[in-house]
T-cell receptor, first 113, second 113 residues
């Protein structure tokens, strides 16, 4: 069966520090991969999605970036965090092809102080 | 691009009553409509989904209906229980080469015992 792992689960970072969140999917090949952000009490905002290695689409201009160095690995990064970057970050995957269910990772709580 | 509106933002019902959450979408090409349940501090989990070639789908106490002409779909929960309390998100996926879901802003459902 397929599983998705995301880490770290929680982190507190000072303003201006870098960020790296990692996500891996097991048990499948060529998945679509996604990064969503959820501010406290808010909806799910799509940040990035990828349909293949090195193929990243950005949905919202911001100081975050994403990379997909391997087929089942997705990384969310920032060079300098802002207070507004605080939130719940969710990695997700789906089988390649439109109309397939998206499954979320456990999420990473980021607090920028 | 696709836009999904979800109502109401909060819903409070008595245990045993029914709950209905409604969503509208803008892109007539959308063809996949999942519903997710998110408990506090946890990841969203798929509870039911429907595709554009189906008008209604039911799974025990949960049902979803889709009206393609009006571009709206609804979640129905019957015989609500306190454990149904959570935030519910609707989403729509467009069949336009893009493999990404657009989410509504969520409905916080509270079931009072």
């Amino acid at each position: 069966s397929q599983t998705i792992h995301q880490w770290p689960a929680t982190l507190v970072q000072p303003v201006g520090s870098p960020l790296s969140l990692e996500c891996t999917v097991e048990g499948t090949s060529n998945p679509n991969l996604y990064w969503y952000r959820q501010a406290a009490g808010r909806g799910l905002q799509l940040l990035f999605y990828s349909v293949g290695i090195g193929q990243i689409s950005s949905e919202v201009p911001q100081n975050l970036s994403a990379s997909r160095p391997q087929d089942r690995q997705f990384i969310l990064s920032s060079k300098k965090l802002l207070l507004s970057d605080s939130g719940f970050y969710l990695c997700a995957w789906s089988v390649r092809g439109a109309g397939n269910t998206i499954y979320f990772g456990e999420g990473s709580w980021l607090t920028v102080v | 691009g696709e836009n999904v509106e979800q109502h109401p933002s909060t819903l409070s019902v008595q245990e045993g009553d029914s709950a209905v959450i409604k969503c509208t979408y803008s892109d007539s090409a959308s063809n996949y409509f999942p519903w997710y349940k998110q408990e506090l501090g946890k990841r969203p989990q798929l509870i039911i989904d429907i595709r554009s070639n189906v008008g209604e789908k039911k799974d025990q106490r949960i049902a979803v209906t889709l009206n393609k002409t009006a571009k709206h779909f609804s979640l129905h929960i019957t015989e609500t229980q306190p454990e149904d309390s959570a935030v519910y998100f609707c989403a729509a996926l467009t069949q336009g080469g893009s493999e990404k879901l657009v989410f509504g802003k969520g409905t916080k459902l509270t079931v009072n015992p």
